[in-house]
């Protein structure tokens, strides 16, 4: 368990120069200060502090309240480029942490060919209004939070829910919700985030109650079948009686 390792061991989860700045994640001790400033794989890092349920640094134990993925923390040590800075960010509180992350622009005349007719469809809404991100500013949050983003995950701005909508495409939150966190003010709110057992045991109630609602409905069909045969039965010995009498 990640959770019980201690401190002198967090270089174990330390992120090393070949990766990603995307999949790394730096720690801050609050949003205005780059004291502590450490470096982790982005995975065992937000499970660290989701199993421990530490708000500490786990390389020098120091409060964090600040994370953010690599390519932003160039951007709070003022050493990031063009490329980098052009990328849209979401910011979003989650227990004890405010997170920062980018959603990388990707001008739809140099995104990749899609391997599917479903992700060049995908593409061409995101360019229809207005977005060229390559993902969805909630794909980004459920990726490093590790949630599924059609299994009760929520994405709240004061007080009002913004995803999920049913009114809206995943295109139109998207920019609904990085377009909230480029005006400032209040940051997005994320929902608790459920662990895989509690997915499992989730996944499995639901399960349990359809085959439960399913066996319901078989059963009153079978009442009022047998009903509706043991009604004539009935008063056909009813008549019966009657005419011997």
């Not at 700045?21 to 001790?29: A, F, G, I, P, S």
Request: hydrophobic share 40%; aromatic share 6%; net charge neutral.
């Amino acid at each position: 368990m990640l959770s019980t390792i201690p401190a002198s061991t967090g270089q174990g989860l330390a992120a090393g120069k070949e990766d990603p700045l995307l999949e790394t994640v730096v720690v801050y001790q609050n949003e205005g200060s780059s004291d502590c400033g450490h470096s982790f794989k982005m995975g065992p890092l937000i499970d660290y502090l989701h199993e421990s349920k530490k708000s500490s640094c786990p390389e020098c134990q120091g409060s964090i309240e600040m994370v953010c993925d690599g390519m932003v923390s160039s951007l709070v040590d003022k050493t990031s480029d063009k490329t980098i800075s052009d990328n849209r960010l979401v910011k979003f509180k989650y227990r004890n942490h405010l997170y920062h992350l980018s959603v990388l622009r990707a001008p739809t005349d140099n995104l990749a060919l899609p391997q599917s007719w479903f992700l060049w469809m995908w593409h061409t809404m995101l360019h229809f209004v207005g977005e060229t991100t390559a993902v969805t500013a909630q794909e980004r949050i459920a990726h490093v939070l590790r949630l599924d983003t059609s299994c009760g995950m929520r994405i709240l701005h004061k007080g009002k829910i913004l995803y999920p909508n049913a009114k809206q495409s995943p295109a139109e939150i998207s920019l609904q919700l990085l377009d909230v966190c480029d005006n400032g003010g209040k940051p997005l709110v994320m929902g608790t985030r459920m662990t895989e057992k509690e997915q499992t045991r989730a996944t499995v109630k639901w399960i349990f109650n359809l085959w439960l609602a399913f066996v319901k409905a078989c059963l009153a069909k079978a009442i009022a079948l047998i009903q509706g045969i043991a009604s004539p039965l009935l008063a056909l010995g009813t008549t019966g009686r009657e005419h011997r009498d």
